[in-house]
């Protein structure tokens, strides 16, 4: 099993910037992916970004890309999103997720947390 615990969302103005991070306990060499996802008030949840692990490649959401960057802290096993130039369709739980597959698909991550709330007030 892998933990994760999220931590930094709140409240923001438009155009303004907030840093999530997740940090992974645990069994914590089964994943080899992390990510970020969001889910909106009547929405599905959806892709945000991710990041291999160990490569360090990433991918974006094109709604996020450009103002979003996703990092790493490999040896605090703790996920980072730097969210800049934020809207108010932005606002969202923002979920951290780890799986053993590099992708954007939901079903790709086998852990979850329990997510953060962001919220941007226009």
């Known amino acids: 099993q892998v933990q994760l615990v999220e931590s930094g969302g709140g409240l923001v103005h438009t155009g303004g910037s907030l840093t999530v991070s997740c940090a992974a306990s645990?069994?914590?060499?089964?994943?080899?992916?992390m990510g970020w996802f969001r889910q909106a008030p009547g929405k599905e949840r959806e892709f945000v970004s991710a990041i291999h692990w160990s490569a360090g490649a990433t991918l974006y959401a094109d709604s996020v890309r450009g103002r979003f960057i996703i990092s790493r802290d490999k040896a605090k096993f703790t996920l980072y999103l730097q969210m800049s130039s934020l809207k108010p369709e932005d606002m969202a739980v923002y979920y951290c997720a780890a799986g053993g597959r590099f992708g954007t698909r939901r079903d790709l991550y086998d852990y979850w947390g329990q997510g953060t709330q962001v919220t941007v007030s226009s």
């Open positions: 645990g069994r914590t060499f089964n994943a080899n992916t």
